[in-house]
């Protein structure tokens, strides 16, 4: 049995969501609009094989809390780092951690924490 778990975020304004996470690299896949067609309520989002779902009717993180941490692994973190860098809000620059990653964490404009990590070689 293949099981694959695609996490579904509830956000204020899914258009707005879908143009930022484009910006930064991830492929749209599909998008759906309301019943009169005047706003995105649900789209689908992917950054190579990792898909994720934005539902309309949700808010924006508070600055000191983490809601929503997405983790998405890559082949490549450090280029990565170097695209997003001067882009993005960065919270924890690339570095090796002890669990055996090279990561990266920056803010969303919803202010939902994403993590790019690379196993260490």
């Known amino acids: 049995m293949t099981v694959k ?20 690299g991830f492929t749209v896949v599909n998008t759906y609009a309301d019943d009169d067609g005047s706003e995105l309520s649900f789209a689908i989002v992917a950054f190579g094989s990792s898909e994720v779902m934005f539902n309309s009717g949700g808010q924006p993180s508070a600055s000191f809390r983490r ?27 690339l570095h090796n ?5 090279r990561e990266f964490i920056i803010r969303d404009l919803n202010r939902f924490w994403i993590t790019f990590g690379q196993q260490v070689q």
């Open 97 to 101: 951690t002890f669990y055996g990653m």
């Open 67 to 93: 809601e929503v941490d997405l983790y998405v692994q890559t082949n490549n973190v450090d280029d990565l780092y170097r695209v997003l860098k001067d882009r993005v809000e960065v919270v924890e620059e």
């Open 5 to 24: 778990a695609t996490p579904m975020i509830h956000v204020p304004d899914v258009r707005a969501t879908v143009d930022w996470y484009h910006g930064i």
